[in-house]
C-alpha cells in the first residue's frame, strides 16, 4: 500500500516553504546553515517540524533510542519503515529522508533499489540514506539512477563501527582522512544530493568540505560543515545510552519525564487524582434510576 503524498501546501504565511533538493542547493550556495534532527515518531515529528528543521531523518539510530537495541544493527526494515511512516505523518515541510538499515541494501543493487523505493513508497520518504563508501557508492548510484535521491553518510559509520575499530572519531590520520575524503568525492560523483559527515577532525572536514560541491552535515564534524545533525534524543536529553563527545544537550527531557511520572504515581497512591475537574457527571435522576434497576 502506497503512502499519501505528503501536502505541500503550508498551513500559514510564516512557515517555510517545504525544503526540495534544489532549495537544499541554494541553501549552500547562499552559506545558509542547514538544521537537520532525526526523529523517530509522530510527536517528535511534530517538534522538529514547528521547531522549524530543514531535514528530518528518521536515522536507525531509533534501533537503539526507540527500540532498545545495543546497536543499530539489528534493526530491521519492516521496523525502519513504521518509524519513519509515523513522522511522515507529523511532517508538513522538512525534506524526508529515511536511514536505510543495515543489511538491507549491501548485498546487491537490485536489493538496495527494491530497499529504497519501500521507503519512498510505503513511508512517504523524500529520499533515503546509506552509509560507507565502498560498495555502497555504487549502491547509490545505483538508487539515484532509480529516481530516488540519495545522502551518503562517511567518516564514522555506526552500521559497520567492529570493522573500524569501535565508535570512535575517524580520518585521524593522513591516510585515514584521505579515504573519508575519496569516500565523500566518490559519493557526489554517483549522483548523493548531500553527504553525512560522521566524527571526524574539524580541520579535515574544512578540507573535504572545500571539495564537494554538494551539502555536507555534520555530526562531530566541526563548524565548517554546510549545516549540522543531531539525535533527537541525545539533544533533548530523553535517552540514557552513552552520549557521544559531539552531542551537546540542550534540555534535560527524561528529568522532567520522569518527574512527571513520579508526580502522577504519587497523586494515584494519596488519591488526590483524579480531582473534581477530571470526571464526568450525570443527572442525579438517571442516577437514581440506574442504581434502582442495578440489582444482581
Ligand atoms: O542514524 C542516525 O541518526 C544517523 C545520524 C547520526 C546522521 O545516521
Known amino acids: 500500500m502506497s503512502a499519501t503524498p505528503r501536502t505541500v ?40 517540524q514547528e ?5 528530518v531523518l528518521v536515522g536507525d539510530s531509533g534501533a537503539m533510542t526507540v527500540l532498545g537495541y545495543s546497536s543499530t544493527v539489528p534493526v530491521s526494515t519492516d521496523e525502519m519503515l513504521m518509524l519513519t511512516a509515523a513522522v511522515q505523518r507529523g511532517l508538513r515541510t522538512p525534506l ?45 548510484r545505483a538508487i539515484v539512477a ?16 567492529t570493522a573500524l575499530g569501535g565508535y570512535r572519531a575517524q580520518g585521524r590520520t593522513a591516510e585515514r582522512a584521505l579515504a573519508v ?11 548523493c544530493f548531500s553527504i553525512v559527515f560522521e566524527a571526524i577532525p574539524a580541520a579535515v572536514s574544512e578540507a573535504i568540505v572545500e571539495h564537494l560541491k554538494v551539502p555536507v552535515i555534520g555530526i562531530g564534524a566541526g563548524p565548517a560543515t554546510d549545516g549540522q545533525v543531531l539525535v533527537f534524543h541525545d539533544l533533548l536529553g530523553i535517552y540514557d545510552g552513552r552520549t ?7 534540555a534535560d527531557i527524561k528529568d522532567r519525564m520522569v518527574a512527571g511520572v513520579a508526580e502522577y504515581a504519587a497523586e494515584v497512591r494519596a488519591r488526590t487524582f483524579p480531582g473534581p475537574e477530571h470526571i464526568y457527571s450525570i443527572d442525579d435522576d438517571e442516577l437514581a434510576r440506574f442504581r434502582a434497576s442495578f440489582t444482581d
Do not use: W
Not at 538496495?112 to 540514506?129: H, L, N, P, S
Not at 530516488?148 to 555506526?158: A, E, K, Y
Not at 557521544?244 to 540542550?250: S, V
Open 9 to 48: 501546501v503550508p498551513q500559514n504565511l510564516s512557515e517555510p516553504l517545504p525544503m526540495t533538493l534544489p532549495r537544499l542547493a541554494e541553501k549552500k550556495r547562499l552559506g545558509e546553515a542547514i538544521v537537520m534532527v532525526t526523529a523517530y515518531d509522530y510527536p517528535s515529528a511534530q517538534v522538529a
Open 51 to 55: 521547531a522549524g528543521a530543514d531535514v
Open 96 to 140: 524526508l529522508v529515511g536511514d536505510l538499515p543495515f543489511g538491507s541494501y549491501e548485498g546487491s543493487d537490485q536489493q538496495a533499489v527494491a530497499t529504497a523505493q519501500r521507503f519512498i513508497k510505503e513511508a512517504g520518504c523524500d529520499a533515503v540514506k546509506l552509509e560507507r563508501g565502498g560498495t555502497s557508492v555504487q549502491r547509490a
Open 146 to 161: 532509480a529516481g530516488i535521491p540519495v545522502m551518503g553518510h562517511v567518516g564514522l559509520t555506526p552500521q559497520t563501527a
Open 181 to 191: 575524503a575519496r569516500d565523500a568525492l566518490a559519493l557526489q560523483e554517483a549522483g
Open 244 to 250: 557521544p563527545r559531539f552531542a551537546k544537550r540542550f
